[in-house]
Each structure stands twice: as C-alpha cells, then as structure tokens.
C-alpha cells in the first residue's frame, strides 16, 4: 500500500477523503443519514454536487469538501 508523503497535493486537496469517487451510500455514510436523503438532497440540489457516470451516482471527495467547508462557514 504507497504511503501519501504529506507535500502530496492531493492530501490538501482531499483533506482526508479516500483518493477515488465516492458513492451515494459512502456520503449517507459520511453524514449519517439514510440513503433516501441523498437521494432528496440531488433532486432538490442542496447537498454535495454529484455527477452520473453512466447510470451510476458518484461524487468527487473535492467537492463533498467543499461543500461542508461552505456549509460551516454559512453557519
């Protein structure tokens, strides 16, 4: 398993998120709501963005960064 050396910009970039696309249920997992609030919060465009890949849901550990950095600061 490589070892992420700390001047990685990935390690800034990601702030401890793992280094692939995120699911619907890894971000109900994250938050610790049910799937179906996932679900609701894309349909209503009030959670992290998500993007299709094919038929599948994912969500790049950036944004879900981002969005908690923004939702925090909103507060």
């Known amino acids: 398993m490589p070892t992420v050396v ?3 910009p990935r390690v ?3 702030g401890g ?11 109900a997992d994250m938050f610790g709501v049910p799937l ?6 894309r349909r209503k465009r009030t959670g992290p963005p ?4 094919g038929k599948h849901l994912r969500y790049d550990p ?9 939702r925090k600061s909103a507060c």
Do not use: K, M
């Not at 998120?17 to 971000?27: G, N």
């Not at 998500?50 to 890949?53: E, K, V």
């Open 12 to 14: 800034t970039l990601r």
């Open 6 to 8: 700390a001047s990685d």
């Open 36 to 41: 179906e609030t996932v679900y609701q919060w």
């Open 62 to 70: 950036a944004d879900v960064r981002a969005y908690v950095i923004q």
């Open 50 to 53: 998500g993007f299709r890949i």
């Open 17 to 27: 998120l793992p280094d692939r696309y995120l699911t619907p249920d890894d971000i």
